[in-house]
């Protein structure tokens, strides 16, 4: 094992910090919590017999206690000793202001928010060293620090700044007193906005790279083990984790990243990376042999089936801590052991480096999907009656004639194909039937069908819903369709994995109709909402498999905000103003895709920490397509952007009975100037917008790598995407 973590190891000296050598940070300034004090809260008169100051603390490394809270070293100690520079001082044990590697602002038991926060919710919290308290401690050392504005930049540019982790007290100190889990979900977006709001103003102060880690996986701390241990089984995971604190820490780190991924935007020229504190942690718990632990049971504790006592704290006169802290990955019940913290800032240096470092030319494109990506599949499906799709006025912007696209032009996957400098994707069937030649698809192969589904047809059957033909062609009949294709791609397994590894993949979006034809349906909200995790299920599974064939970079949409959808507004129009958001949107469906694109993130996070090799990509198109709907008239569309291009009159122009492509239904004379073409697909311009969000971000998680395009690929892109 230790070998593995080796090799980790050179591999995050020599990646992340490749960059480092080039351009090395001359400083650490951290903020935070007791995850990332060295020192702090032990040189403060406010809190002299904190039992970190105690030993057992501080045995393993420095020998006696040193302010942090475990045996040893701490990640921020870590990432020091990879930077070769000197672990960060604790910037209340400055002496001359002298802050040669930087500084430490981070404070045991500080949180996100301001103390008053908490006392106007009757929560006493014994310190308010809150990340406004630490930030005006980083400005009250930059007097001393630098002589000008302009050293005061190159200083701060040259740094690395850890911002947390942070805000999992604003969480511990409701949750030890058992208020109630969703009264704490009610702060997240409070702390999200502190930690945001401190990294604009670093980034206004001119830092550069700004490292942001989320929370652990709570549920598998001994603390919280004990405090809500129960005799329900449901409670806990396999692993003996608490599943509801888990799915808790899930929740915030998912919308952490989501604002994260929004700063990106607003600084292009800085670097804010997430670091997966989650899912770097959780392989110890789940398999803790594997990497040379016991188990759950802490190192320094008394007693009880965790080794943890909330009556006796480590520190305290009596408990003794364990004869190896290497081998628990729990020191305290709170915090973990050095061991633990070494391997977790391996995994992390690791892990957040693959995709900043990597650039793939992309070879080929191939896509898994429904009506949102095919184009032209739904032709080479024998059907009574000519879809919709397939006639006038479909296809008039850009083709000038149909050809199975549904919309009036080209598809997000079609503008993908242009700026990677590739040919638009054929459809697999095309091939299959003879229409399209083999050389025509070395570059690519498109699998998707207008009207698939991710799950097989027999679910929703057994289900009694009514689908429609193209519910045949799910997830799992493309996957195989694109296996079967291989052997004419490729002469023997070493080619195949060289044409695979060299591909985009593009896994959808797929999973709409999955809720579409229940929604079409008398289907209860609450039955809805089980279907998720089976869609997701199938989604992550495909992408695994692909993996296993040697895929190495995979871009997975979410689902769009349908809540906007003519068709879907017109079915569930009401009278009550209160379903509907300041867009005119139906609040509760969008609720519904955004726990579909939450679920799918946090399982996609899942893949990357059991596959680091390879290059996932979460494209954002549900909040890619929201700035048009709250924003119609910047992006150039109507004043209503709910209304739709081609359609057969209503409220939004959208009529169940005269839709796009029936006998006497016009479109309007301009499509670019609406968002949605037919109700249920949007048009050319809107789906020419959402791209620009995926590629030049801020609407893909990690961004899109824009070097592996051209200059002039870009130049084409920006001016187009304008018109």
């Known amino acids: 094992m230790w070998s593995v973590i080796a090799i980790a190891f050179v591999i995050a000296s020599s990646s992340l910090f490749s960059t480092a050598t080039a351009c090395p940070f001359s400083s650490i300034f951290s903020f935070g919590d007791s995850l990332a004090d060295t020192g702090n809260l032990f040189l403060s008169s406010e809190s002299p017999s904190n039992h970190c100051f105690f030993p057992p603390y501080g045995e393993t490394f420095f020998h006696h206690p040193s302010g942090r809270c475990s045996d040893g070293r701490l990640i921020i100690d870590f990432i020091a000793e990879w930077l070769e520079i000197p672990m960060v001082k604790p910037y209340l044990g400055m002496k001359g202001w002298k802050a040669e590697g930087g500084a430490n602002f981070a404070v045991i038991g500080a949180t996100a928010l301001e103390s008053s926060f908490f006392e106007e919710r009757g929560i006493h919290i014994p310190t308010n060293y809150s990340l406004t308290v630490q930030l005006n401690w980083f400005k009250d050392l930059l007097h001393h620090l630098c002589h000008s504005s302009a050293n005061c930049h190159e200083v701060i540019g040259n740094s690395l700044f850890l911002v947390g982790e942070i805000g999992g007290n604003d969480f511990n100190y409701p949750l030890f007193i058992r208020k109630s889990i969703a009264e704490v979900k009610t702060y997240v977006p409070y702390v999200i906005n502190a930690i945001a709001s401190t990294i604009n103003e670093l980034i206004s102060l001119g830092a550069r790279t700004l490292i942001v880690p989320g929370n ?39 919308k952490l990243q989501s604002e994260l991924h929004r700063l990106r935007g607003f600084h292009p020229h800085a670097n ?52 190896d802290p290497s081998k628990h990955i729990g020191w305290d019940g709170v915090h973990l052991t050095e061991a633990a913290y070494r391997l977790i800032a391996n995994a992390l240096l690791f892990l957040v480096t693959v995709t900043a470092t990597a650039c793939n030319y992309y070879t080929s494109l191939f896509s898994f999907g429904d009506s949102l990506t095919d184009t032209g599949n739904l032709y080479f499906i024998s059907s009574p009656q000519s ?39 054929e459809p697999y069937l095309g091939f299959k039937h003879g229409a399209v030649k083999r050389r025509n698809i070395e570059q690519g192969v498109n699998f998707a069908v207008a009207g698939a589904t991710a799950l097989d047809r027999r679910f ?17 009949v493309q996957l ?15 080619s195949c994995k060289k044409i695979i590894g060299s591909s985009l993949f593009v896994m959808g979006e797929i999973g709409g109709n999955d809720y579409g034809y229940p929604l079409s349906e008398t289907t209860k909200f609450a039955d809805l909402l089980t279907y998720i995790p089976q869609v997701i299920s199938v989604i992550i599974s495909a992408i695994r498999e692909l993996i296993d064939l040697g895929a190495v970079t995979i871009m997975a949409p979410g689902s769009l905000p349908l809540g906007c959808n003519p068709a879907y507004l017109t079915r569930f129009a009401t009278i009550d103003e209160e379903e509907y958001d ?33 290059n996932i990509i979460y494209a954002d198109y549900f909040n890619a397509a929201m700035q048009f709907y709250n924003s119609p008239q910047q992006f150039g569309f109507g004043g209503n952007a709910l209304k739709v291009c081609c359609g057969g009159g209503g409220p939004y122009n959208f009529n169940d009975t005269a839709k796009c492509g029936d006998a006497g239904v016009i479109a309007c004379d301009d499509p670019s100037q609406y968002v949605s073409w037919d109700g249920y697909h949007l048009s050319e311009a809107a789906y020419r917008w959402i791209t620009q969000g995926l590629l030049n971000g801020p609407y893909t998680i990690p961004e899109f790598n824009v070097s592996c395009f051209t200059g002039e690929t870009i130049a084409y892109f920006n001016n187009y995407a304008m018109k």
Not at 460 to 476: M, Y
């Open 216 to 254: 652990f996986p709570l549920g598998c701390n001994a603390l919280y083990l004990t405090k809500y241990e129960t005799m329900d089984k449901n409670q806990y995971d396999q692993y003996g984790c608490l599943k509801w604190l888990n799915h808790f820490a899930e929740y915030y780190n998912q």
């Open 272 to 323: 804010i990376v997430y670091a997966d504190h989650y899912n770097a942690a959780l392989p110890l718990f789940q398999d803790p042999k594997k990497f040379g632990f016991t188990g759950l049971e802490i190192c320094c504790g008394m007693g009880g089936p965790y080794n943890y006592n909330e009556s006796v704290d480590c520190g305290n006169p009596g408990v003794i801590a364990c004869d």
């Open 460 to 476: 929703f059957e057994e289900k009694g819903f009514a689908v429609g033909a193209t519910a045949n062609f799910s997830l799992r």
């Open 582 to 614: 300041q867009a005119g949107c139906l609040k509760w469906l969008n609720m519904f895709y955004e726990n579909h694109n939450e679920l799918l993130q946090i399982e996609l996070n899942r893949l990357r920490v059991l596959y680091p090799l390879t």
């Open 480 to 494: 195989n369709w694109f296996k079967e294709l291989l052997p004419s791609l490729c002469n023997a397994s070493s």
């Open 387 to 425: 879809p919709n799709c397939l006639v006038s006025p479909y296809g008039l912007t850009h083709f000038h004639h149909p050809n199975g696209r549904c919309s009036d032009g080209r598809l997000i996957l079609d503008f993908i194909a242009e700026y990677l400098g590739l040919p638009y994707v």
